[in-house]
């Protein structure tokens, strides 16, 4: 957030006549303890911090992820929320460690990694404080973040609704085959939320 103040977001959205707002990759691999990548509270903090910028909320399209992290943990208490990662981000160089890392649902999962999925998806539950769709593996110490059908449905009424917001996006569309179900769930909650804002939406967003 360097580039954008109370001082040059009013400037810079002259000149816009919208803002995608990531609210996703708000876990990295610099974070040293484990939260949702594209929670509701994050996502909701993430739009707070452009309108506590001077952003009108209707310039902003909430983004959505269409693909699932992972990062390796150490050991954790029952509560894997807030577990402290190992270190995935070399201090010094910036390297990736190897420690973390991403894929679309229309991606091979990663040989090493199916099975801990193959559990995530069978075992994934909602954090009803942070408002994400987790799961620790706790024998291979890995943290999975994603959005469910249900979770993506929950933020149009908590966080597009809620602050007035001017539309919505996905990184990335393709990236939801084969099944498309977050893709589905994602127009679906538009079009409802449309229909409440009685036109005050943009179709082309």
């Given at each position: 957030?360097?580039?954008f ?9 002259q000149?816009?006549?919208f803002?995608n ?6 876990m ?5 303890v484990?939260?949702?990548?594209t929670?509701i509270?994050l996502s909701l ?5 452009y309108?506590?910028?001077g952003?009108?909320p209707?310039k902003m399209?909430l983004?959505?992820a269409?693909?699932v992290?992972w990062?390796?943990t150490?050991?954790?208490?029952e509560n894997?929320?807030?577990c402290?990662t190992?270190?995935?981000e ?9 420690q973390?890392?991403a ?8 040989v090493d990694?199916?099975e801990s999925f193959?559990?995530a ?7 009803e404080?942070g408002g994400g769709?987790y799961f620790?593996?706790?024998?291979e ?7 469910t059908?249900e979770?993506?449905a929950k933020k149009?009424p908590e ?6 917001l001017g ?7 393709g990236?939801?085959?084969p099944?498309w179900n977050?893709f589905?769930?994602?127009?679906k909650g538009y079009?409802?939320?449309?229909d409440?804002?009685?036109?005050r939406?943009?179709d082309?967003?």
């Open positions: 957030m360097l580039a103040t109370s001082s040059t977001v009013p400037l810079i959205s000149s816009l006549d803002w707002i990531m609210a996703y990759d708000l990295n691999r610099r974070d040293n484990t939260k949702h990548h929670g509270q903090r993430s739009v707070e911090a309108s506590e910028r952003l009108e209707g399209n983004g959505f269409f693909y992290k990062f390796k150490t050991a954790c208490s894997a929320v807030g402290r190992v270190l995935m070399d201090p010094e160089t910036g390297a990736d460690l190897g973390a890392g894929f679309s649902w229309d991606d091979d999962v990663p990694l199916k193959e559990k998806l069978e075992g994934g539950k909602y954090d404080v769709w620790w593996d706790e024998g110490r890995i943290w999975w973040s994603w959005d059908r979770v993506i149009f966080i597009a609704e809620e602050k007035g539309g919505v996006f996905a990184w990335g569309l990236e939801d085959g099944t977050r589905e769930a994602l127009t079009k409802s939320w449309k409440r804002a009685g036109g939406i943009k082309e967003l």
